[in-house]
C-alpha cells in the first residue's frame, strides 16, 4: 500500500487491488510534466478510483494516463475537473460527473479511446478545446442547455459520434469543433448561433444534411471539406 497528501487538506492511498482513494477537504493539487503526481510510478497498477465527498475539485492531469483505470466514483461537491485530468485513461468506459462540476477543464476526456457514454453536467456552460478529442468509441452526446461555447476540436477524431444534440442557447463553435466525426449523418445548428470556426465538420464522410436558421451568413464554412447539404429550418 502507498499513500501521500495531494492537496492542502487532502491524502491518498493505493491499496495492492489497485484503488486509488482520495480523502479529506478542498481542492486536489494541479499536476504537469514538470510536477509528477504522487502516484506516477505506479498509475499503470490503478484500476479504480474513489474520490470521497469533501473534496471539491480535480487537479490537472491528476489521473492522465492510468492506462489501466476501469471505475471512477466521482462525489457531489466536485466544482471543478482540471485539464487533461483523464487525458489517455484507455480503459475507462464510462464516467459519471456529478452535477455540482460547473468546469471541465481542456482535452479532460482526450485520448479516452474505449468511453462510450458520458453525462455533461447541467452546470457547464462551455465545452472547452479537446475536451474529447480521440474519444473514438464515444456513439452521441447531448450537449447541456447552458453551453454557449464548444471549443477547437472539442470532439475531433470522435469516429463512431453519429449523434450529437446542440442547444438554443449555443453561441461559438470553434475550429474543428467535429472533425473526423466520421459517422455523423445530421445536424441542427441553433438560431442561436453567431460564429463558427473553420472546417467544423471537416472529413465527416457520412455527414448528409445540415439543418440551419435561415439568414446565417456563414453557410460556406459549415461546407468546409464535407459534402452535406445544406437545409433552412
Given at each position: 500500500?502507498?499513500?501521500?497528501?495531494?492537496?492542502?487538506?487532502?491524502?491518498?492511498?493505493?491499496?495492492?487491488?489497485?484503488?486509488?482513494?482520495?480523502?479529506?477537504?478542498?481542492?486536489?493539487?494541479?499536476?504537469?510534466?514538470?510536477?509528477?503526481?504522487?502516484?506516477?510510478?505506479?498509475?499503470?497498477?490503478?484500476?479504480?478510483?474513489?474520490?470521497?465527498?469533501?473534496?471539491?475539485?480535480?487537479?490537472?492531469?491528476?489521473?492522465s494516463n492510468c492506462k489501466n483505470l476501469s471505475a471512477?466514483?466521482?462525489?457531489?461537491?466536485?466544482?471543478?475537473?482540471?485539464?487533461?485530468?483523464?487525458?489517455?485513461?484507455?480503459?475507462?468506459?464510462?464516467?459519471?460527473?456529478?452535477?455540482?462540476?460547473?468546469?471541465?477543464?481542456?482535452?479532460?476526456?482526450?485520448?479516452?479511446?474505449?468511453?462510450?457514454?458520458?453525462?455533461?453536467?447541467?452546470?457547464?456552460?462551455?465545452?472547452?478545446?479537446?475536451?474529447?478529442?480521440?474519444?473514438?468509441?464515444?456513439?452521441?452526446?447531448?450537449?447541456?442547455?447552458?453551453?454557449?461555447?464548444?471549443?477547437?476540436?472539442?470532439?475531433?477524431?470522435?469516429?463512431?459520434?453519429?449523434?450529437?444534440?446542440?442547444?438554443?442557447?449555443?453561441?461559438?463553435?470553434?475550429?474543428?469543433?467535429?472533425?473526423?466525426?466520421?459517422?455523423?449523418?445530421?445536424?441542427?445548428?441553433?438560431?442561436?448561433?453567431?460564429?463558427?470556426?473553420?472546417?467544423?465538420?471537416?472529413?465527416?464522410?457520412?455527414?448528409?444534411?445540415i439543418y440551419y436558421e435561415v439568414g446565417y451568413d456563414?453557410?460556406d464554412k459549415l461546407l468546409e471539406d464535407n459534402d452535406?447539404?445544406?437545409?433552412?429550418?
Open positions: 500500500m502507498s499513500n501521500g497528501t495531494c492537496g492542502k487538506n487532502l491524502t491518498w492511498t493505493l491499496d495492492d487491488e489497485g484503488t486509488l482513494t482520495i480523502s479529506g477537504t478542498g481542492d486536489m493539487e494541479n499536476y504537469s510534466w514538470q510536477k509528477e503526481t504522487p502516484w506516477q510510478v505506479r498509475r499503470d497498477s490503478i484500476q479504480e478510483i474513489i474520490i470521497e465527498a469533501g473534496v471539491t475539485s480535480i487537479g490537472r492531469e491528476a489521473f471512477v466514483k466521482i462525489p457531489d461537491g466536485i466544482i471543478s475537473v482540471g485539464e487533461l485530468a483523464f487525458n489517455g485513461c484507455d480503459s475507462l468506459t464510462e464516467i459519471k460527473i456529478p452535477d455540482s462540476v460547473t468546469h471541465i477543464g481542456e482535452g479532460t476526456f482526450s485520448n479516452c479511446r474505449s468511453l462510450t457514454e458520458i453525462k455533461i453536467p447541467i452546470g457547464v456552460t462551455a465545452i472547452e478545446g479537446y475536451t474529447f478529442m480521440s474519444c473514438m468509441s464515444l456513439r452521441q452526446i447531448k450537449i447541456p442547455d447552458n453551453v454557449t461555447y464548444i471549443g477547437e476540436s472539442a470532439f475531433d477524431c470522435c469516429a463512431l459520434l453519429w449523434k450529437i444534440e446542440l442547444p438554443d442557447g449555443l453561441k461559438e463553435i470553434d475550429d474543428f469543433a467535429f472533425r473526423d466525426c466520421m459517422s455523423l449523418r445530421e445536424i441542427t445548428i441553433p438560431a442561436s448561433v453567431t460564429e463558427i470556426g473553420n472546417e467544423i465538420f471537416g472529413n465527416c464522410i457520412s455527414l448528409k444534411k456563414f453557410e452535406a447539404e445544406l437545409i433552412p429550418c
